[in-house]
């Protein structure tokens, strides 16, 4: 019964900040590693950022050094806090558990605006 929600989602200007938040249950939170993905309409889901269990963090090129994932391991939550955000940003965001193609959260929706 392992659940990811997302939330935090929304409509932000080109160069402005978001942070989203995924709260996890059903699993031991602090023993799994945690990213964030994202989705476009005619896109692959494309990786945003990843955090292993000792806090270390993977970015691409693409959202390396913009966005900033991080844990919260009291609150079984991870964050995803993007800034100078741009158009291209724009998707669908997605909560994944241990960096594999098994557990996802149901999406919240990040539109920017040039």
């Known amino acids: 019964q392992v659940q990811l929600v997302e939330s935090g989602g929304g409509l932000v200007q080109a160069g402005g900040t978001l942070r989203l938040s995924c709260v996890v249950s059903?699993?031991?939170?602090?023993?799994?590693?945690m990213g964030w993905y994202r989705q476009s309409p005619g896109k692959q889901r494309e990786f945003v950022a990843g955090?292993?269990?000792?806090?270390?963090?993977y970015y691409p090129d693409s959202t390396k050094g913009r966005f900033t994932i991080s844990r919260d391991n009291a609150k079984n939550t991870v964050y995803l806090l993007m800034t100078n955000m741009k158009p291209e940003d724009t998707g669908a965001y997605y909560c994944?558990?241990?960096?594999?193609?098994?557990?996802w959260g149901q999406g919240t929706q990040v539109t920017v605006s040039s």
């Open positions: 994944n558990l241990g960096l594999t193609d098994r557990y």
């Open positions: 059903g699993t031991t939170f602090n023993e799994q590693s």
């Open positions: 955090i292993t269990v000792d806090a270390s963090t």
